[in-house]
């Protein structure tokens, strides 16, 4: 009966995960109409940053990775914090928070082709199917946002780097599974954190000085907060509660809700209509992951995969 009690109160903590990083997209849309993109990283990561590493200096553990790791985990924190946090953010202050949404959720797919090439595994035949049924709906998605279609769109620059900050949180993802297995999905992510927020907020120096705080709405304070503390800080936590007992493979499937949490949101609170390709476009691509997901894959390695979060922040 514990245990049952157990799996109920996890699969439901996940879905809350599902909601909070799904609304987030939102959130962050919403403060971006007052804030500057690299003004709202230098405010938000510094939050979620102390909260994470107060968690962590609670764990058992090394405060600090090892000599030889120290340098990929630098790497590592320029990478899934500073050059993926710049595409996420101003690339969702370019498109539509639904689009960003559906476009972050082909992680996974950008993961099996970094892993395969990583050699860590090699993608079954359903697998890839899979695959190149999420890239069709990425495709979809990013067709049917704007009536015309141009290098010069808004919408279309947006979209096209909201699919490089995929492919950045997937190399994040592929690069850290040894640092990862040695230190654990937590304890990595803060330190990485802890190398990418300096940084975050000497880029958004400039921009903080020429923001006048005081005009700023308490709306977007709040999302400021709730970026910084629930989408990152709290949703780790629930991730990897999730992970450590669920396992990757049956957490990993709850984000496949994220998208249609953000599409909700974004219709409901901004007013962002999806196109009738759009709409095709998340079918597809919410079919494709669950495909992919559900298959098994192979490979030389028996390591577990990195239970490392998705990257809806």
């Known amino acids: 009966m514990t245990q049952k009690t157990r799996d109920y109160t996890t699969d439901l903590g996940l879905l809350s995960l599902a909601v909070i990083w799904g609304v987030n997209f939102s959130v962050v849309k919403f403060a971006l109409a007052e804030l500057d993109p ?3 990283n230098a405010l938000r990561f510094p939050l979620a940053t102390a909260a994470l590493t107060l968690v962590a200096a609670g764990r058992p553990g090394p405060a600090l990775p090892s000599g030889e790791d120290a340098a990929r985990v630098v790497l590592l924190g320029i990478l899934g914090n500073v050059a993926y946090q710049l595409c996420f953010v101003i ?9 960003a949404s559906l ?19 090699r993608p079954s035949a359903r697998v890839s199917v899979g695959v190149a049924g999420t890239l069709l709906g990425m495709a979809l998605v990013v067709a049917g946002g704007d009536a ?13 780097l909201m699919v490089l900050a995929a492919v950045l949180w997937s190399a994040y993802t592929v690069a850290g599974r040894g640092p990862v297995a040695r230190y654990g999905s937590l304890r990595l992510t803060t330190w990485t954190l802890q190398v990418g927020t300096p940084l975050l907020v000497l880029l958004g120096l400039p921009s903080l000085a020429g923001t006048e705080l005081r005009s700023v709405s308490l709306g977007a304070w709040t999302a400021v907060v709730y970026s910084g503390l629930f989408s990152i800080a709290l949703a780790y936590l629930i991730w990897y509660r999730g992970v450590r007992r669920l396992g990757n493979n049956r957490t990993a499937v709850y984000s ?3 998208p249609v949490a953000a599409l909700a949101t974004a219709w409901l609170w901004l007013g962002e209509t ?6 095709l476009g998340a079918g597809v691509i ?18 577990k995969p990195s239970p490392t979060p998705s990257s809806s922040r």
């Open 38 to 40: 690299l003004a709202l």
């Open 91 to 99: 690339g969702l202050d370019w498109t539509r928070a639904g689009n």
């Open 103 to 121: 476009l972050l959720a082909t992680t996974p797919v950008w993961t099996v082709l970094l892993s395969a090439a990583a050699g860590h595994e």
């Open 148 to 160: 015309e279609v141009s290098l010069e769109g808004a919408t279309l620059r947006g979209d096209l």
């Open 256 to 258: 496949n809700l994220v």
């Open 274 to 279: 999806p196109s009738s390709l759009q709409l």
């Open 286 to 303: 919410l079919g494709g992951l669950t495909f992919a997901r559900t298959a098994h894959s192979t490979g030389p390695s028996s390591a």
